[in-house]
């Protein structure tokens, strides 16, 4: 029986990791709930899981029953029982609650991205002194561990991408793309924002980085391959030549279940399998890094270090949320990201302290630049 703390409890990842709780009622005791304003949601989660503490950024009136407390997530993260921290939030909130519970040796199965991209020097650093245990949840990370179990001769890695919902759109037609239609990703079905950075490619950029700190690999051993039909979730190669790929269908209960049991492989009937009595078509292709200007512009934010990880990810966060909103156009993430890490004179990121102030100064000139467009 682990005991769980789950950060982020009422997002896509969050409530995808309550079903498979709810699969396997003797293996999990649900210790921790945090959400953020989705209240109505969590108190039904409260009501179901019957957490010990509960966290949300609204009101808490009616959450706290049946003896629950209210606790930070940052407390949540270091609790002496906590077995295991799920972080599913978004954006920056996970960051100090992910560093908290990997000074404290914690096992943490990390789906919030953007920690890595912020701050993966100082989370890889805590996990090397401390002890903590990084089980990646992202599908292609998710992947990437599988393959490395039982090897260590790395070559490269390839990250499979989609290339998401408009990868044949003829590129004159991006810019008048509507939020409605870059929210359907053809493959996969996940929170907004991720949705969005699906389609400008800014995702595929972000995991090349998580991969970078998760697995302590180098930038050249990390590529990317557009693979359409996401049932190859990434692969490895290794010094002799050999390539091991993880598939299945895109689906991300198979992740976080692998992430939960881990090192144990459990049977569930609820997760989808691969289908072998129809016909089965896999292709892989270069990406087209024209049609992707916000991959490139990452990855250079990226390799320059410092606090520019964390401006390109605090711009990102309010472009892509202008978008959703109608105020800018798809193609103006890549303007409002690009102006603010161009305006943007880095510190060296050594201190947490540091990496959040350069994330708050991203968001403040990238909304004030973002206006100037809509
Ligand atoms: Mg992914």
Redesign the pocket.
């Given at each position: 029986m682990k005991n769980l703390v789950l950060l982020g409890s009422t997002g896509s990842i969050g409530q995808q990791t309550l079903d498979i709780v709810r699969a396997f009622p003797a293996r999990f005791r649900v210790l921790c709930l945090a959400a953020g304003y989705n209240l109505d949601l969590l108190a039904q989660q409260v009501r179901e899981f019957k957490p010990q503490y509960v966290c949300c950024l609204g009101k808490m009136d009616g959450l706290l029953i049946n003896g629950t407390s209210y606790i930070q997530m940052e407390e949540m993260a270091c609790l002496a029982e906590a077995d295991l921290v799920m972080v599913a939030t978004t954006g920056n909130a996970g960051l100090l609650p992910t560093l908290k519970a990997m000074k404290q040796g914690k096992a943490v199965a990390l789906a919030n991205k953007e920690v890595m991209v912020m701050a993966g020097h100082l989370v890889r650093q805590a996990a090397n002194h401390h002890g903590g245990r990084l089980l990646p949840v992202?599908?292609?990370h998710n992947a990437i561990w599988q393959c490395l179990q039982g090897e260590k001769e790395v070559q490269r890695v390839i990250i499979t991408a989609s290339g998401g919902p408009f990868r044949k759109m003829p590129l004159e037609e991006l810019s008048r793309v509507t939020p409605q239609q870059a929210l359907k990703h053809p493959t996969w079905k996940m929170g907004k924002k991720v949705t969005i950075d699906s389609a400008t490619l800014m995702?595929k950029a972000f995991?090349v980085m998580e991969t970078r700190w998760l697995f302590d690999l180098s930038w050249e051993k990390i590529e990317v391959v557009v693979h359409p039909q996401s049932i190859v979730h990434s692969m490895v190669e290794f010094v002799d030549g050999s390539v091991k790929a993880q598939m299945a269908p895109p689906d991300m209960h198979l992740p976080i279940q692998y992430a939960l049991f881990y090192p144990e492989r459990v049977s569930n009937p609820n997760i989808p399998r691969l289908d072998t009595s129809v016909p089965l078509d896999m292709t892989f292709e270069p990406l087209d890094t024209a049609r992707y200007p916000c991959f490139s512009l990452a990855l250079e934010a990226a390799r320059k270090g410092g606090t520019y990880p964390a401006v390109l990810c605090g711009a990102d966060e309010v472009a892509v949320e202008s978008f959703i909103k109608g105020r800018i156009r798809l193609t103006d993430v890549y303007r409002v990201v690009h102006h603010t890490i161009e305006a943007h004179t880095s510190g060296r990121g050594e201190t947490v302290e540091e990496v959040v102030a350069a994330e708050r100064w991203a968001r403040q000139h990238a909304t004030e630049y973002a206006q100037t467009l809509s």
């Open positions: 992202d599908s292609e995702n995991e």
